[in-house]
T-cell receptor
């Protein structure tokens, strides 16, 4: 079974530029998550999709971050414009359904973003 | 707001030692608690999942316990090996299906 795929693996941009990350979840997984992991911290949920609908985006900085999941499969996360504090690893995860009593999330390798 | 704390932040032990990693959370109304492993430059791998009604889960040399009422969990690693070197993250799910992570314990097992 193929895992969660993410691209690119690394990205270096200057502040105020735009950047986009792509995620392909495990086939058949209805729920998709984007996390931000700043160095030395645990991942923080940015947005959660159930199929192509948003379940939770309460921690997404909506003035500069946006995400979409067209057709309920692949997803893109965009930052426009980027700030220095956006330097982090962006992790995508998927699960069969909404995480609950037994459901676990499967994580991709992440995209490491450096904003100069 | 749920907060998860992990102690210690870093741990270095000689090979073969048994060790315990600690996790505490502020809101006991959780659905489950999970322990993840993160290797440098890689994503997270789920190690153990304990449902809120359970007290512990075991997988090989790993044993995780959960005391929901006191808001604590421990991950016990028996007979540690250099390949166990990684960052270990604790995470809980409360209502709304959001995973809240601790900051992790960076483990180094020396040969």
């Amino acid at each position: 079974e193929a895992g969660v795929a993410q691209s690119p693996r690394y990205k270096i941009i200057e502040k105020r530029q735009s950047v986009a990350f792509w995620c392909n979840p495990i086939s058949g997984h209805a729920t998709l998550y984007w996390y931000q992991q700043i160095l030395g911290q645990g991942p923080k949920l940015l947005i959660q999709f159930q199929n192509n609908g948003v379940v939770d985006d309460s921690q997404l900085p909506k003035d500069r971050f946006s995400a979409e999941r067209l057709k309920g499969v692949d997803s893109t996360l965009k930052i426009q414009p980027a700030k220095l504090e956006d330097s982090a690893v962006y992790l995508c995860a998927s699960s069969l359904e909404l995480a609950g009593l037994q459901e676990t999330q499967y994580f991709g390798p992440g995209t490491r973003l450096l904003v100069l | 707001k749920q907060e998860v704390t992990q102690i210690p932040a870093a741990l270095s032990v000689p090979e073969g030692e048994n060790l315990v990693l600690n996790c505490s959370f502020t809101d006991s109304a959780i659905y489950n608690l999970q322990w993840f492993r993160q290797d440098p430059g890689k994503g997270l791998t789920s190690l153990l999942l304990i449902q809120s009604s359970q007290r512990e889960q075991t997988s090989g040399r790993l044993n995780a316990s959960l005391d929901k009422s006191s808001g604590r969990s421990t991950l016990y690693i028996a007979a540690s090996q250099p390949g166990d070197s990684a960052t270990y993250l604790c995470a809980v799910i409360t209502s709304g299906s959001r995973l809240t992570f601790g900051e992790g314990t960076q483990l180094t097992v020396n040969p």
